[in-house]
């Protein structure tokens, strides 16, 4: 009660309240902004890995190159059709296909790119969520056996779309005495797709299975097996099962082996944001010292009739740390609040801060991905709220246990 007196300041006392909103609205201010950010951070890195994943399989299994008796080199699956069976019924997998991978040159009105084909079924692309059912996906899929599908970066690139024709160069063409002359085809576009990850649409191109093994000389062989699983976060668990049933011939490439280094940037980049933002809420609690100090002051009178009156100094000390520590649970539920719904609401506002600012906020040309999101993670508020109540605590304590050494003789002697 009478702490929460002492934090109502009278207007004589005006100083005291003063200092008391400046606390409130600092710790306010910088526990919104360690959550926003940390969101921010969450949301980046949930859309980075989902572009990874998107369109990318979980584990690529490999052939080994093997060398015949003749001294030439060889590689690929011939099984690969059981092999993708074996590997389809591990415990853990969702589905995997066979796949031709190649480079090849695709040019089309006067223009040129570089690309990389993958053959595969019509089947296996069809149950490809990020392909298949893309929101800015066009043409028709039903097709694909008689065309390609290109991601909608490459479209742009060439100035192509549904029905056009483009041509594909590829240096693994016809064998001669005189070496490997290019293989050029043509083939219809039936399907421009948008898998989220702008560094997969400007390369990628989908060819029938068939079709990419003569194309690329891969006649009854699958350069890889392309394996997906439920959790892809776990797949260091599931890798050595799938080792065993992939056989001696094949390795594993894990999507955790290509983007291994860019997570652990991420994790070292958010432990960094998290320490500097603590900055922030520790510079908002200090505050509450010179809150308090003024309180202390103002109120030396009222300590020492207090003490007269029998008041012990751990009663003091819980008067004034109880209005520090009120200040900081005001603030930090204040900021949670606003961060919270910042977070939520944070793609309209970004939308409409990228509209004021006239567009080209957010540019997918020079990052991995298309849109920046935030994702509000409670363990982050959790953090937030304790790291704030702590800060807020433990700065209370000193000017608190001051005003509970006071000595009271001290304090009434002049009055």
Known sequence: MIAWRYLRAKRAEGGISVM??????????????????????????????????????HVRVLSITTI?????????????????????????????HPIVRGQVMATANGRNSG?????????????????????????DLARFDQGVAIGSGLAQDLGVGPGDRIKLISPEGTKTAFGTSPRTNAYEVVYVFTTGSPDIDRIRIYLPLAEAQSYLNREGLADEIEVFVEEPEKIEEI????????????????WQDSAGAFLRALTVEDNMMFILMSVLVLIAAMNIISGLVMLVKNKGRDIGILRTMGLTEGSILRIFFLCGA????????????????????FTPIFDLVNYLAGGGVWDPAVRPIYT?????????????????????????????????RMNPVEALRYE
């Open 239 to 254: 890798a050595p099962t799938l080792a065993i049933a992939a056989g001696e011939r094949a390795f594993l490439y894990t």
């Open 68 to 96: 015949d008796e003749n001294g030439a080199k060889s590689r690929g699956f011939p099984d690969y059709l059981a092999l993708t069976q074996t590997l389809a019924e591990v415990p853990g997998v969702v589905r995997a």
């Open 20 to 57: 008391t909103w400046i606390s409130v609205i600092g710790i306010t201010l910088a526990v919104f902004a360690l959550i926003v950010t940390m969101s921010v951070r969450a949301g980046f890195r949930a859309e980075f890995v989902s572009s990874l994943l998107g369109a990318n399989a």
């Open 326 to 345: 009120i200040t900081g649970v005001i603030g930090t539920l204040s900021g949670i609040v606003l961060g919270a719904l910042f977070s939520i609401y």
């Open 115 to 139: 690309a990389d084909v993958l053959g595969i079924s019509a089947a296996d692309l069809d149950r490809m969520t990020p392909v298949a059912d893309g929101i800015d996906d066009y043409g």
């Open 372 to 404: 920046l999101t935030a994702k509000l993670q409670w363990g982050d508020v959790a953090s937030a709220a304790a790291l704030s109540l702590v800060l807020s605590f433990v700065v209370t304590y000193f000017p608190a246990r001051r005003a509970a």
